[in-house]
């Protein structure tokens, strides 16, 4: 894997269900793996920040794992809400002095 | 300042004019990173800058892009001759390196 890969590109779901996405990077030469909500008409917003292999990290009702040697996070979402609805950006950098590199994002539509 | 400053919030140009898009980071931050995102396509790597080394455009899309930072605060990202391509929205962000960003709410182009 050469860019950072998301999926799915949208979902839809209901108020109440339980969600996760996934996102995929290029394993070598890892340095940190970043996730992001973004919520329409609003900037980026910064959820998890993730260093180590194995690192599990959570928000309220949002969690992340990572796993560095195949190149994966998930992102879980537990009893989805409507004010979740929102891209849920996935971006990596294999050094402290690079940009970030981003997915394209899961589009999460929460349906009361 | 609180968070990131980017003005305008919305711009609408003619083809082949040039405009300026500003942003002010968070105070003390000392890199400042330039993306984009058109209508269907994930976030896109414009330009970084790190302290007083030189910046990173590998991510400019072509020689009509530019952008300075005067000072190691404020930064300018200058468009000439505007495209129809150049359409999108252009979002500022800054950091301490190698920690999570913090992004601006983003100048809306829309090129005419």
Same mark, same amino acid.
């Given at each position: 894997i050469? !860019?950072?890969?998301?999926?799915?590109?949208s979902?839809?779901?209901?108020?109440?269900?339980?969600?996760n996405?996934t996102? #995929?990077?290029?394993s070598?030469?890892?340095?940190a793996?970043h996730w992001?909500?973004?919520?329409? *008409?609003? #900037?980026p917003?910064a959820l998890?920040?993730?260093t180590?292999n194995?690192?599990? %990290? %959570?928000?309220?009702?949002?969690?992340?794992?990572? !796993?560095t040697?195949?190149?994966?996070?998930y992102?879980?979402?537990k009893?989805s809400q409507p004010e979740? #609805? *929102?891209?849920y950006?996935?971006?990596?950098?294999?050094s402290?002095?690079?940009?970030?590199?981003f997915?394209?994002g899961?589009?999460l #539509?929460v349906?009361? | 300042g =609180? /968070?990131?400053?980017?003005?305008?919030?919305?711009k609408?140009? @003619?083809?082949?004019?040039d405009v @300026?898009?500003r942003c002010d980071p +968070?105070?003390?931050?000392t890199a400042?990173?330039w993306?984009?995102?058109?209508?269907?396509?994930?976030? @896109?790597f414009? +330009?970084y800058?790190?302290?007083?080394?030189a910046p990173?455009k590998s991510?400019?899309p072509?020689?009509?892009?530019? =952008?300075e930072? $005067? /000072?190691?605060s404020v930064? $300018?990202?200058?468009?000439?001759?505007?495209?129809q391509?150049?359409?999108a929205?252009?979002?500022? =962000?800054?950091s301490?390196?190698g920690t999570?960003? $913090?992004f601006?709410?983003? $100048?809306?182009?829309?090129v005419?």
């Open positions: 050469l !860019n950072v890969e998301q999926s799915p590109q979902l839809h779901v209901q108020e109440g269900d339980s969600t996405f996102c #995929s990077f290029p070598s030469n890892f340095y793996l992001y909500r973004w919520e329409t *008409a609003k #900037s917003e998890f920040v993730m180590l194995g690192d599990e %990290k %959570k928000k309220g009702r949002i969690s992340a794992t990572l !796993n040697k195949e190149g994966y996070s992102l879980y979402i009893g979740d #609805s *929102a891209t950006l996935c971006a990596h950098f294999n402290g002095n690079t940009p970030l590199v997915g394209k899961t589009r #539509s349906i009361a | =609180a /968070g990131v400053s980017q003005s305008p919030s919305n609408v140009t @003619e083809k082949g004019k @300026e898009l +968070i105070s003390g931050h400042l990173y993306y984009r995102q058109s209508l269907g396509q994930g976030l @896109e414009l +330009i800058f790190q302290g007083n080394s990173d991510g400019l072509s020689d009509r892009f530019s =952008a930072r $005067t /000072g190691g930064s $300018t990202l200058t468009i000439q001759r505007t495209q391509e150049d359409s929205v252009y979002l500022c =962000a800054s301490f390196p999570g960003y $913090t601006g709410s983003g $100048t809306r182009l829309t005419v």
